[in-house]
């Protein structure tokens, strides 16, 4: 008998969140910066499965740009992905991980030729999802443990 | 002899940026938390050329949601508006703005038919903008005075 068993059973992410995370191009993050003021940018992604994280990086200088300065001052991220499976009906769908991004100076090559090495490495504390089930205006939102 | 003559002689924003932002169905909009913790969701939006202002409502509780919680908090908000317009090549395109959300009680009955009265209207303090002049990595950034 296997109690609690799913397809991702160390993953703090349900499998059907996983494959949409891995079906989606681009996301969005939201970074703060020192003064309170708001940043956000489409960003490419990887869900890291050995990690359970959002690992996210850039080419060409990521280690200058407004997000990385940002996460160095406050590490407090959001990130969003969604998309607009039908325009008729309307239909969205996407979810939302707020929680904290570790700069990692080396290892952002893993996210592709080019990559610069620094990245960031996004863990979870709270999820919200939509229309992930098919009922695009039920959000379903939980704390990581 | 007309000096700095554009269609839209009134606006911070340029007729590409204008005629940009009237083509796209959604925005992202990041708001922050009194914890300093960002929040990000796709929300739909008019940009209103009486006010010079990106406008932002909601259906259903739109007063009861974090984003306007937050915003009643800190009105420092970045709404960003982007899409890819080609796959192969990867071409992007979009625009990023900072800037405060006023809070307006009534009003949000012009987004729509069964919007709340409450509604944000945003005025851009800083706009980033990249692929709208068929450049997509090259970003142009600038304060509005």
Known sequence: ????????PMSIFT???IAYLKSQPLGRLATVGPDGQPHVMPVGFRFNAEED??????RAGF???KK???VLHNPQVAFVVDDVPSVNPWTVRGIEIRGRAEV????GSI???GFDPEMFRIKARRI???????KPYQQHARSVP
Chains 1, 2 share one sequence.
Do not use: C, Q
């Not at 990692?104 to 290892?107: A, F, N, R, S």
């Not at 919200?128 to 098919?134: A, H, Y």
């Open 1 to 8: 008998m296997v109690l609690g068993y799913s397809l991702h």
């Open 15 to 17: 499998a059907d969140e």
């Open 53 to 58: 994280s959002i690992d996210i990086g850039g």
């Open 63 to 65: 280690a200058k740009r």
């Open 68 to 70: 990385f300065r940002d």
């Open 104 to 107: 990692l100076e080396t290892g």
């Open 111 to 113: 996210l592709g030729p």
């Open 128 to 134: 919200v999802t939509w229309g992930l089930d098919g």
